[in-house]
C-alpha cells in the first residue's frame, strides 16, 4: 500500500479530510449557483420574445424606426444583438426605453443594417433568442428599372415577366409586392458595360386583388444595404365586369405633330379609368368625371403625336373601393399619315355627282406597292374602311362600293396606303375627293350586292361606314307598293271605258233587230 493510501486510511487522516472537503463544497455550490444563469441562458428556457420594427423593417435612408422585442413574461431587462457585426449604437440608447424593450434609431443609415435578434430576462432566466430581424436601409444606391413583359394588362389566371434593369453592377435583386412580407430575392444576370438585370416570374394572377411591384439593387457585401426602389410597377388584370367604350377626337388618322383626345366612358359609373396601348409597358390611369348623371368618363391626351404612338388602344374602368378592373373596351386604332412612301390616287364611278339610291364606288390606286388602303370620310370620327390591295398592272388599287348611296354618303374623302409589316402607319393621303348626292331618285333600283370576293377582302378597323342605309330600303318598297296601286287603277279605268264603249254598240244592234221583225 502507499503512503497516500496509508494516509487516507488513517483516522486522523480521514478527521483531517473531512474537515477539508466541507469549504471546497461550498466553494463548487457557491460557483454552480452563479453558473447557474449563464447555464440557463445557453439552454434558453423561457419562451422566445418578437421582434418587429415601426414603421416597417425596410426603411430609407435618414428615416426613423424603431426595433420592438416583447416577452411573453415579466420581464426585468431586454437586450438586442446584431448577427456578425457589434450593433454599437444600442449602447446610446437610454436605459428606461431599453427596459422597455424601445430600441429607437432617429436617423438610420447604412450602418445600422444587419440582422437582429433580440432577449429578456425574467426570473434570473434569460429566453430564448428572437426569431431574425433583417434591418433594411434603402437609398444607397440609383434607382433600377422595373417593367413587365410583353405588357402589364395580363389576363385573369395568366403569367407575366418582370424584368428589374441597372447600369449598375449589383449581385442581386429584390422584387417586392405591395402588401407582402416576403420578397423574392435573385441573383443578377451578367452583363456587359457594368449593367445588371434580373427577371421575376409572377403569376397566376387574378383581378380579385391588386398586383403592384417594385424592385431594388444589393451589392452581396452588404446584403442588407439596397438602392433606391425602382418606380411602382402595377399590372392591371381585367375582370368581367361591363365594359367601357372608347372614342377619340377629331379623328383616328391622325398627322405627326398633332394632338388627340381618346375618351373611355362608362353608364356604369366608374370612378378611375386606365388606357393601354398593346405591345406597351405602361399604362396611364385617370379619375372619372361625371358629366351626367349616372354616367363617367376620363379624357386621355395624346400629343404632339409622334411616330410611336400609332396602335392599337384599349381601356378599362375601375370602382375606388375595388381593386378589380372591369372587361376591356372595344379596341381602337390610332393610325399615323405621312409615314411611308407613296401617294395614291382617288377616283369616284360612275361620278361624284349622283342621286340618291344610285351605285357608287370609289377607286383608290397607287404605282407604289402597298398592301392594303384606307378610306376616311372628314367629320365621321370613327367612320373608316379597309381593305387589301389587289394587284392590277400596273397599279395597287382598293374598290370601295357603296350602294346604294343615300345623303350620309355625302362628303369629303381621302384614301391612304399602308403594309403589312405596320398597318398602323400610313402613306399621305390623296388628294380630297367631293361627293355629292342629290335627292330621291324617281324609279326604283334595286341594291347591288356586293360580289364575295369584295366582302371578304373587307377589315373593318373601326365602326366602318355601311354600305346600306335601312331608311332607302323602306323607300324602295314604298316605291313598288305605289306602282302595283297606279297599274291597278289604270285597269280599273281600262274595264270601265271598255264596258261604256261596249254598252252603246250592244243597244244599237237590238234597235236594228227589233225593226227587220
Known amino acids: 500500500m502507499t503512503a497516500m493510501h496509508r494516509g487516507l486510511n488513517h483516522p486522523q487522516s480521514r478527521a483531517v479530510g473531512g474537515d477539508a472537503m466541507t469549504p471546497i463544497l461550498m466553494v463548487l455550490i457557491c460557483l454552480g449557483l452563479s453558473l447557474g444563469p ?45 448577427e456578425k457585426k457589434p450593433a454599437s449604437w444600442v449602447r446610446w440608447i437610454r436605459q428606461e426605453l431599453v427596459k422597455k424593450g424601445y430600441f429607437a434609431i432617429g436617423f438610420i443609415t447604412s450602418e445600422h443594417a444587419g440582422r437582429y435578434r433580440c432577449q429578456y430576462y425574467s426570473h434570473s432566466w434569460w ?21 413587365a413583359l410583353p405588357s402589364p394588362v ?13 447600369q449598375l453592377a449589383f449581385d442581386g435583386f429584390i422584387l417586392y409586392q405591395e402588401g407582402d412580407e416576403h420578397p423574392q430575392r435573385l441573383n443578377s444576370q451578367p452583363r456587359t458595360h457594368g449593367s445588371s438585370r434580373a427577371v421575376f416570374s409572377v403569376g397566376p394572377v387574378s383581378p380579385s386583388r391588386r398586383w403592384s411591384y417594385r424592385c431594388y439593387g444589393y451589392d452581396s457585401r452588404s446584403p442588407y444595404v439596397w438602392s433606391l426602389p425602382s418606380d411602382l410597377l402595377e399590372l392591371l388584370v381585367p375582370g ?32 378611375r379609368f386606365a388606357l393601354y396601348k398593346e405591345g406597351e409597358r405602361d399604362f396611364l390611369q385617370r379619375p372619372g368625371q361625371q358629366p351626367q348623371a349616372g354616367l363617367s368618363q376620363a379624357n386621355f391626351l395624346l400629343g404632339p403625336v409622334r411616330r410611336s404612338h400609332g396602335g392599337q388602344y384599349r381601356c378599362s374602368g375601375a370602382h375606388n373601393l375595388s381593386s378589380e378592373w372591369s372587361a376591356p373596351s372595344d379596341p381602337l386604332d390610332i393610325l ?70 343615300t345623303s350620309a354618303h355625302a362628303g369629303t374623302y381621302r384614301c391612304y396606303g399602308s403594309r403589312s409589316s405596320n398597318p398602323y402607319l400610313l402613306s399621305v393621303p390623296s388628294d380630297p375627293l367631293e361627293l355629292v ?29 355601311n354600305n346600306s342605309d335601312p331608311n332607302t330600303a323602306s323607300h324602295s318598297q314604298d316605291y313598288t307598293v305605289e306602282n302595283l296601286i297606279r297599274m291597278g287603277m289604270a285597269g280599273l279605268i281600262l274595264v270601265v271605258l271598255g264596258i261604256l264603249l261596249f254598252k252603246p254598240q250592244y243597244s244599237h244592234r237590238s234597235l236594228q233587230d227589233a225593226a227587220r221583225r
Open 38 to 82: 449563464r447555464t440557463h441562458v445557453q439552454a434558453g428556457t423561457l419562451p422566445k420574445p418578437t421582434l418587429w420594427a415601426e414603421p416597417e423593417s425596410v426603411i430609407s435612408e435618414g428615416s426613423p424606426v424603431t426595433l420592438r422585442c416583447q416577452g411573453s413574461l415579466q420581464v426585468q431587462e431586454y437586450r438586442l444583438y446584431r
Open 127 to 147: 429566453s430564448e433568442p428572437s426569431d431574425p430581424l433583417e434591418l433594411v436601409v434603402t437609398g444607397a444606391y440609383s434607382k433600377p428599372t422595373l417593367s
Open 154 to 166: 395580363v389576363t385573369s389566371g395568366g403569367s407575366v415577366t418582370l424584368q428589374c434593369d441597372s
Open 240 to 271: 368581367v365586369s361591363k365594359k367601357p367604350s372608347l372614342s377619340v377626337q377629331p379623328g383616328p388618322v391622325v398627322a405627326p405633330g398633332e394632338k388627340l383626345i381618346l375618351q373611355c366612358g362608362s353608364d356604369v359609373g366608374y370612378d
Open 336 to 405: 399615323i399619315s405621312g409615314q411611308i412612301r407613296g401617294t395614291p390616287f382617288l377616283s369616284v364611278q360612275p361620278s361624284p355627282k349622283v342621286v340618291s339610291g344610285e351605285n357608287v364606288t370609289l377607286l383608290c390606286q397607287s404605282s407604289w406597292q402597298f398592301h392594303a388602303f384606307l378610306l376616311t370620310q372628314a367629320g365621321a370620327a370613327d367612320a373608316h374602311l379597309h381593305l387589301r390591295s389587289m394587284h392590277k398592272y400596273p397599279k395597287y388599287q382598293a374598290e370601295f362600293p357603296m350602294s346604294p348611296v
Open 437 to 465: 348626292v342629290s335627292g330621291a331618285a324617281e324609279t326604283f333600283s334595286p341594291p347591288q350586292t356586293k360580289s364575295d370576293s369584295k366582302a371578304g377582302a373587307a377589315d373593318t378597323l373601326g365602326l366602318s361606314q
